[in-house]
């Protein structure tokens, strides 16, 4: 790739531009899939667009940490993510990470000290499960892009490309202090399409807020909503049985895509090293299994939405039959049931504390089930899939933190904020990055007002890469989307009156 | 039939007669009633009744003695604006009977009739503090499918017994929809919802004050059945509550307007822009029902919803009522829901208020419940710590006298799996 800015690639940028205006005549796809592909492409002219492997990041994060200083957190309890808790704490955020944690800290010359004694500290909180920007507020048609549902395999769609920025809910969550967001989309279809890993910092694009390096997601869901939405439609799949089979089919293919790109790289390097006097045809890219097939090499993380255990384990049976990793089971209302085989097969599991009952696949959803899992060893993360929910995360927490103790589960607190923090940040892929507060790691951090598993901890302020995104007291630090400005209501809803 | 109802009735009495005299000692009282908090004292519970509350009640030989330790002991929490008690699965229509109106029943529909003492849910509910259920029936359908009815029924009140004699009073409210899905059932507009309200209630005053015509056939033809025309009498003459689901600020204020006008007895439920018109409410007298978690621009009519909303009602002097969820799966959520709105300015003696003592008095059985005073029904909680946080959990529970066990098809579940036998399938195990 000499030029990778080819033709095709600006051709594909002004289309994008004249995306502002009504009608829009090509997409990038539709541009891509023009173009003819072999012969170019063994010219060395490839288009990026053409070759899934030159073409891994088409929509590039622009997010840039915002301004930040040296800043000390003095005096609080720190719950570190990382399973211990400091009294008297002090947290130093550095250049934008975390720079030092622990007890009687110095704090470095020219640092913004925060008294922040009686108050507690931790890692971002972390929902690994959101539909922000896709089911945007107000709940309005037009704001409804989480599911394509017009085909049950839909691999190919990115919910970056529904994200509305302006959703106010990304400002609620931080208030809530969020600070790193899986967006998914919706439940309706086997494959639903990518997810994308967000920080929760207000962007005027969702490229802006794109959490750099992070891998993507793709969803899968089983059980009732494929089949429900599909069966009512009276196609395939209409029972747990249809769905199986639209799991399996799909994987068939993707190793088959897989395999020939593999062919054709392995045959073009032979052919670049000067054997053969024909360049390989270079197979057509087809974006739906694009996605199938960096699962299968381990670049994209399943997300799947699975409410039974039994469905869970005839997952797991289709990773091994195929040859991937499922890195974490969503809603998971009965995981507790399976909590062995979650364990044996390393795949972590995102609940609810309270939500239960709403449907078949969730009447056996128990408030035990997080401490269940934590106990079994299986890596537990408390998600919200809801616009409200995530800003009481811990809170929710808390609830299946109880419900533990109740059934005579010890956990301490200082183990139960990883369900929140380390292990949603495991589960998405980015614990290298944040999710606890370990020097080097991005300084995405959370100043509480009180224990955050209290219903009456607020946030006072919230930290992303060192910078202060959210604080309570400071309403030049409120954030307000676009469609907030100038109503009739406070400007700053959380401010008091 | 009248056989069959005393029969029912003398059976109800020797039931609680026979319950046991429990003595609640060494307890943290709230009474939420004029003893106000009491610091350490006793509440003596006979024949399903709180027979004595204070600081040194003498404790009758054979009772039974709950010590609480010291913790704190409060009336049963009261899950307002719910389907507890009268639906098992949402996704599922065949297991919910919280949805009946119809074209010929609408404001007579009668949700009690449908009420399922052994649901499954009420064990789930009741561990998690909550004793009564306040039942809100529900328009049939999702969104549009709703229908073009303005009524969903009568609201019925049940104690969490799980007894066949759980339900303790129906028609206690009738439910009106005034939001922006009604507007868009009924014509359009939210003042179309508002219109066709006064028609039908004007209709029923012209029913009322010629039932011969009604009967003879000589009266202009009524767009409701004489079912519905019976059941807003009650409304018309004050007696009985309308309860009215409202968002917008505007619309709250000509919900109050419409209400003083036809000296209607209102309850405004929802009213997330409530905190606009706090003084307007407050001078109105109509308590409301609030979700204090609602602090997003869900739709156009609640673009200011805020989560200090049920602390700046209760400021400006409006009763609040504090409602969990409406899926009764949820109902036990409502405690927490008390505590967002004391972390957000609702004094804490409010909050508890807002789940006990407020609902009774809003849904009228305030003589039977909701304080800790002698003579009312012994529902009684005590808790390990506050009642409002998460980390709190209910130690005892008591409804009509009784003791309750801590336990529920989820604890069962929860044995059942918390370890498993190699060599023995789950399913032996219960």
Excluded at chain 1, 210 to 227: D, S, T
Excluded at chain 1, 313 to 340: C, L, N, P, R, T
Excluded at chain 2, 123 to 129: D, F, K, L, N, S
């Amino acid at each position: 790739m000499k030029n990778p800015l080819s033709a095709a690639g600006l051709a594909a940028a002004l289309a994008l531009l004249s995306a502002c205006a009504a009608a829009p005549s090509q997409s990038m796809a539709d541009q891509s899939s023009s173009a003819p592909a072999g012969k170019e492409s063994a010219e060395g002219k490839s288009y990026p667009g053409l070759d899934p492997s030159n073409d891994t990041d088409p929509f590039p994060s622009t997010y840039h940490a915002l301004p930040s200083t040296t800043v000390a957190l003095v005096g609080a309890t720190v719950f570190t993510g990382t399973g211990s808790r400091i009294d008297n704490g002090t947290v130093i955020l550095e250049n934008g990470k975390i720079a030092a944690v622990g007890a009687n800290l110095p704090v470095p010359a020219g640092a913004k000290v925060v008294d922040a004694r009686g108050k507690y500290v931790t890692p971002g909180i972390i929902d690994a499960h959101s539909h922000l920007g896709v089911y945007a507020t107000p709940e309005v048609w037009a704001n409804s892009d989480g599911n394509e549902a017009t085909d049950p395999n839909t691999a190919q769609v990115w919910a970056e490309h529904s994200v509305w920025p302006q959703d106010p809910g990304f400002n609620r969550a931080r208030e809530g202090g969020i600070t790193t967001l899986e967006i998914l989309p919706g439940s309706a279809n086997l494959f639903g399409g990518r997810a994308v890993i967000l920080k929760n910092v207000p962007g005027r694009t969702a490229q802006d807020m794109k959490f750099p390096g992070a891998p993507y997601g793709l969803k899968m869901a089983c059980g009732e909503n494929p089949k429900r939405v599909y069966g009512t439609k009276n196609r395939a799949p209409s029972t747990r049985m249809g769905n199986i089979f639209g799991y399996r089919k799909a994987w068939i293919e993707a190793q088959d895509y897989r395999r020939k790109w593999d062919e054709y790289h392995k045959k073009m390097a032979e052919f670049k090293g000067g054997h053969g006097d024909k360049a390989p045809e270079a197979p057509k890219r087809d974006l739906q299994l694009d996605t199938l097939a960096g699962v299968l090499d381990g670049s994209i993380l399943v997300q799947n939405h699975c409410y039974r255990g039994d469905e869970m384990a005839q997952m797991i049976a289709i990773s091994h039959e195929f040859g991937f990793h499922i890195s974490m089971f969503h809603h998971g209302s009965e995981a507790y049931k399976v909590a062995d085989i979650l364990k044996k097969e390393d795949i972590c599991v995102a609940t609810w504390g309270e939500w239960w009952g709403f449907k078949m696949e969730a009447f056996d959803g128990i408030e035990e089930n997080a401490a269940l899992l934590s106990k079994a060893g299986v890596c537990t993360v408390i998600h919200s899939d809801d616009a409200i929910l995530t800003q009481h995360l811990p809170q929710e927490a808390a609830i299946a933190l109880a419900a533990g103790r109740r059934a005579g589960i010890e956990i301490d607190e200082a183990e139960a904020i990883k369900w929140v923090t380390a292990n949603p940040a495991k589960s998405i892929g980015v614990l290298d990055k944040t999710g606890t507060l370990e020097p080097g790691k991005m300084a995405d951090v959370v100043l509480w007002s009180a224990d955050p598993f209290s219903v009456y901890a607020l946030t006072e302020q919230v930290y992303v890469d060192g910078a202060v995104v959210y604080d309570r007291h400071d309403p030049s630090r409120q954030p307000l989307s676009d469609f907030e400005l100038g109503q009739a209501g406070p400007a700053h809803p959380g401010a008091q009156p | 039939m009248r056989t069959s109802l005393l029969a029912l009735a003398a059976f109800a009495l020797t039931a609680a007669a026979q319950a046991e005299t429990i003595a609640i000692t060494h307890a943290k009282i709230e009474t939420l009633g004029s003893a106000g908090e009491i610091a350490n004292g006793t509440i003596l519970v006979k024949d399903g009744r709180i027979a004595a509350v204070g600081a040194s009640v003498a404790v009758p030989s054979g009772a039974k003695i709950i010590d609480a330790g010291g913790h704190l002991v409060t009336p049963g929490v009261v899950a307002s604006d719910t389907n507890l008690g009268a639906g098992e699965v949402e996704g599922e229509a065949s297991s919910d009977d919280f949805a009946g109106a119809s074209d010929q029943i609408s404001a007579a529909f009668d949700v009690s009739l449908g009420v399922n003492p052994a649901s499954m849910l009420i064990p789930v509910a009741r561990m998690g503090g909550v004793t009564r259920s306040v039942i809100v029936p529900e328009l049939a359908g999702r969104g549009d499918k709703k229908g073009e009815k303005l009524f969903a029924g009568q609201v019925a009140v049940i104690d969490l017994s799980g007894s066949p004699h759980s339900i303790t009073r129906s028609h206690v409210a009738l439910v009106a929809d005034a939001s922006s899905g009604a507007a868009a059932r009924l014509g359009g507009s939210h003042g179309s919802v508002l219109q066709r309200l006064e028609a039908d209630l004007d209709e029923a005053a012209s029913y009322a004050a010629n039932k011969g015509g009604y009967e003879h056939g000589t009266h202009r033809p009524f767009t409701q059945s004489k079912e519905d025309l019976e059941a807003l009498q009650p409304i018309l003459q004050g007696k009985e509550p309308l309860l009215i689901e409202v968002h917008r600020a505007a619309d709250i204020r000509r919900v109050i307007d419409l209400g003083k006008r036809l000296k209607l007895k209102l309850i405004l439920n929802g009213v997330e822009e409530g905190w606009m018109v706090a003084a307007d409410i407050a001078a109105s007298g109509y308590p409301v029902l609030v979700d204090p978690q609602t602090d997003l621009p869900n739709e156009f009519e609640s673009l200011n919803s805020r989560m200090e909303n049920a602390g700046l009602l209760a400021a400006a002097g409006v009763k609040i009522v504090v409602t969990p969820p409406y899926v009764g799966h949820y109902a036990r959520q409502v405690r927490y829901n008390a505590g967002y709105a004391v972390a957000h300015g609702l004094p804490w003696a409010d909050g508890i208020a807002a789940i006990t003592k407020n609902p009774a008095e809003v849904f009228g059985f305030a003589e039977k419940e909701g304080r800790i005073e002698p003579g009312l029904d012994a529902d009684l909680v005590v808790w390990s710590g506050d009642p409002l946080e998460m980390l709190t959990v209910p130690l005892h529970v008591l409804v009509k006298g009784e003791e309750q066990p801590m336990t529920s098809r989820a604890q069962e579940l929860a044995r059942r799996y918390g370890t498993l036998d190699p060599n023995q399938p789950p399913a032996y195990r219960h």
